[in-house]
C-alpha cells in the first residue's frame, strides 16, 4: 500500500471553529489533492498542490485554504467550520507528473454541528 | 465551466454480462483519462489510465477507450462478476485531476 495517511479520522467540530486536516505520505511525491466526497456528487476536488509552497484552487475552494511546506505534508483549514462542509474528506496523492496513478488515503468523516 | 459526468448514477447487470460505463466531459481537453473503483467506506483504487493519442487500453477483464472526437470515454468491465460491485469513477487529468460523479454498479447472481 502508498504511504499515505489521513489524520484525524474522524472528527466532529462546532460550527465557526477552526479545523485542520492532515495529509501525510512517505512516497515523495509532487502532486498532492484534498476532495470532499458528498452524496450524489462523486469526489469534488478543493485545492491542490504540484509541489511545496505551490498550491491551486480546485472547483469548491471557497471557505478552504491550504499549505505544503514541506513534500510529505499537505494541510487543509477550514478556516471557519459550516454545516455545509460536513462531509468525508479525501486525501491523493500522484507521482512525477499526471501520467501516474494516483493513490488515496482513508478519508476524514468531519462533522460540524 | 469544466465537466467530466458520469450519466448513470446506477447500473444493474446480471452476471455474466458486459457491463458498459460512460463518461463525458465539456469544456475540457484532458491529456489522460483514468477509472478507479471506490467501495463504501474507502478511497478509490487505480484501474486504468488512457492518454489521449491512445484509442484503447486493456487489463484482464477490464478495457477502456478514449474517443476525443465524442468527448467520451467508455469502461467495460466483461464477464462481470458479483465481486465488481462497486462504484466506479473516472476522472481527468491535465494540471489538476477532476472527477465525475461516478456510477454504482451492482452485478447480480
Known amino acids: 500500500d502508498a504511504g499515505i495517511t489521513q489524520s484525524p479520522r474522524h472528527k466532529v467540530t462546532e460550527t465557526g471553529t477552526p479545523v485542520t486536516l492532515r495529509c501525510h505520505q512517505t512516497e515523495n511525491h509532487r502532486y498532492m489533492y484534498w476532495y470532499r466526497q458528498d452524496p450524489g456528487h462523486g469526489l469534488r476536488l478543493i485545492h491542490y498542490s504540484y509541489g511545496v509552497k505551490d498550491t491551486d484552487k480546485g472547483e469548491v475552494s471557497d471557505g478552504y485554504s491550504v499549505s505544503r511546506s514541506k513534500t510529505e505534508d499537505f494541510l487543509l483549514t477550514l478556516e471557519s467550520a459550516t454545516s455545509s462542509q460536513t462531509s468525508v474528506y479525501f486525501c491523493?496523492?500522484?507521482?512525477?507528473?499526471?501520467?501516474?496513478?494516483?493513490?488515496f488515503g482513508q478519508g476524514t468523516r468531519l462533522t460540524v454541528v | 465551466s469544466q465537466k467530466i459526468e458520469q450519466n448513470s448514477e446506477a447500473l444493474n447487470i446480471q452476471e455474466g454480462k458486459t457491463a458498459t460505463l460512460t463518461c463525458n466531459y465539456t469544456n475540457y481537453s484532458p491529456a489522460y483519462l483514468q477509472w478507479y473503483r471506490q467501495d463504501p467506506g474507502r478511497g478509490p483504487v487505480f484501474l486504468l489510465l488512457?492518454?489521449?493519442?491512445?484509442k484503447e487500453k486493456r487489463k484482464e477483464r477490464l478495457k477502456v477507450t478514449f474517443d476525443t472526437t465524442l468527448k467520451q470515454s467508455l469502461f467495460h468491465i466483461t464477464a462481470s462478476q458479483p465481486a465488481d460491485s462497486a462504484t466506479y469513477l473516472c476522472a481527468g487529468n491535465n494540471n489538476d485531476m477532476r472527477f465525475g460523479a461516478g456510477t454504482r454498479l451492482t452485478v447480480k447472481p
Open positions: 491523493a496523492i500522484q507521482g512525477g507528473d499526471v501520467n501516474t496513478e494516483a493513490f
Open positions: 488512457i492518454r489521449e493519442n491512445e
